[in-house]
């Protein structure tokens, strides 16, 4: 693998781990020419459904794009990696399950608001602001109520 601080192809793992959850592998490695340590982490490769966007397009599954939408919800909220990451994990378990070669984004959406109202309400009530595009300030203020039961 290659050194992410020198790009020397020279690297040699120093500690292999199995995550937390058993899902990953957690290596350490070494460069052999600066030196420097850094992880890496080994999943399944796993075919996820492709997504069918609102307009009829048909993207791939990015878990990046999944953890930035979440990140952006949680934004300066007491919310750990590990529980995002748990998080993703279930939403990314649930996809899996369907059976699907194709999967609806409003259905992640909905996936995604069941997992932040878990972690954070007020998470919840901005991520379901823009996911859900309120008309009127009635429709929002019903969401605030069903959250602050």
Not at 30 to 44: N, S
Not at 79 to 108: F, W
């Amino acid at each position: 693998m290659k050194c992410p601080f020198c790009s020397h192809n020279d690297t040699q793992v120093v500690e292999t781990r199995l995550a937390e959850d058993g899902d990953l592998i957690r290596r350490r490695r070494q460069c052999a020419a600066c030196e420097k340590r850094f992880t890496t982490y080994e999943r399944p490769e796993v075919n996820f459904p492709a997504i069918v966007k609102k307009d009829g397009r048909r993207i791939e599954y990015e878990r990046v794009k999944l953890r930035a939408s979440m990140n952006l919800a949680l934004r300066k909220r007491p919310v750990s990696i590990e529980q995002v990451d748990s998080a993703i994990e279930r939403i990314e378990e649930k996809l899996l399950n369907l059976a699907q070669r194709e999967v609806a984004s409003n259905k992640i959406g909905e996936l995604v608001m069941r997992e932040l109202k878990k972690l954070d309400k007020v998470a919840y009530v901005r991520f379901a602001s823009v996911y859900r595009s309120f008309e009127d300030i009635d429709d929002f203020k019903l969401l605030v109520d069903e959250v602050s039961k």
